[in-house]
C-alpha cells in the first residue's frame, strides 16, 4: 500500500529553528508537495520538489531525497503564526496525490 | 478577486437528509476536487472532474454524488447513504506550472 508518514505534533519556541519530516512509500514519484493549514482554514501552498535538493523560500525551505523516500520542511525564525498543521503530498506514478495526516505545530513564547 | 468560494461555511443534516455543498471558481481552472478531512488522518479524494461534464470517483465516492454542468462550478451532495457524513469538507481546483491545488476555505458537515 501507498502511505505518508509525519509525525502527529511538535512543538518549538518562537524565534527558533523546527523541522518537520516526512517519509514516504508509494507507487513510483512524481513530486511532493507541502501545505500549511490553519484550524478551520483552507490548506495553502508551501513548497514544491521534484529533484533532489533543498529548496529555500525566505524563512521555510524544504529538502528531498528521492532514494531514500524522504522530505522535511525546515522553518526559521518561528513566528506564533507559524503555529498551524502542515500537509505533506506525493504526487504517486499515476499522478494522484497522496497526503499525509499532517504535523500540528504548536510555538510557545 | 479570483478564488475558490465554498458555501455554507457550516452545515448541519438530518438523518436520511441529502444535502448539496457548493464550491464555485473564477480562477478558470479545467480539474476540479472534493476532498474530505477527518481529525487525524490525510485528505481523502471523494470525487475529481477534469473536464465540464466529465467526473470521476476517489477513494471514497460512496455516499456522495457530483455534477459538473459548468467549468466554474462543481457541487458535492452528501446523500443519506453516507452513514458517517460529519467531516470537513474541502473543494480544490488544480492549475499553474506544478498543477498546485488551490483550496476553498472548506464546509464543516456535522449530524443533528
Known amino acids: 500500500g501507498q502511505n505518508i508518514d509525519q509525525p502527529t505534533e511538535m512543538t518549538a519556541t518562537e524565534g527558533a529553528i523546527v523541522q518537520i519530516n516526512c517519509t514516504y512509500q508509494?507507487?513510483?514519484?512524481?513530486?511532493l508537495f507541502w501545505y500549511q493549514q490553519h484550524a478551520g482554514e483552507a490548506p495553502t501552498f508551501l513548497s514544491y520538489?521534484?529533484l533532489d535538493g533543498l529548496e529555500e523560500k525566505g524563512r521555510f525551505s524544504s529538502f528531498l531525497s528521492r532514494s531514500k523516500g524522504y522530505s522535511y520542511l525546515l522553518l526559521k525564525e518561528l513566528q506564533m503564526k507559524d503555529s498551524a498543521s502542515y500537509l505533506c503530498?506525493?504526487?504517486?506514478?499515476?499522478?494522484?496525490?497522496?497526503w499525509g495526516a499532517g504535523t500540528k505545530l504548536i510555538i510557545k513564547p | 478577486d479570483g478564488g475558490i468560494t465554498q458555501s455554507p461555511k457550516y452545515l448541519f443534516r438530518k438523518e436520511g437528509q441529502n444535502v448539496t455543498l457548493s464550491c464555485e471558481q473564477n480562477?478558470?481552472?479545467?480539474?476540479m476536487y472534493w476532498y474530505r478531512q477527518d481529525p487525524g488522518q490525510g485528505l481523502r479524494l471523494i470525487y475529481y472532474?477534469?473536464?465540464?461534464?466529465?467526473?470521476q470517483k476517489g477513494d471514497i465516492a460512496e455516499g456522495y454524488s457530483v455534477s459538473r454542468e459548468k467549468k466554474e462550478s462543481f457541487p458535492l451532495t452528501v446523500t443519506s447513504a453516507q452513514k458517517n457524513p460529519t467531516a470537513f469538507y474541502l473543494c480544490?481546483?488544480?492549475?499553474?506550472?506544478?498543477?498546485?491545488?488551490?483550496f476553498g476555505s472548506g464546509t464543516q458537515l456535522s449530524v443533528l
Open positions: 520538489n521534484v
Open positions: 480544490a481546483t488544480a492549475g499553474g506550472e506544478v498543477e498546485k491545488l488551490f
Open positions: 472532474s477534469q473536464i465540464v461534464n466529465d467526473f
Open positions: 480562477l478558470n481552472h479545467d480539474a
Open positions: 503530498a506525493v504526487i504517486d506514478s499515476n499522478y494522484q496525490l497522496i
Open positions: 508509494t507507487s513510483g514519484f512524481n513530486g
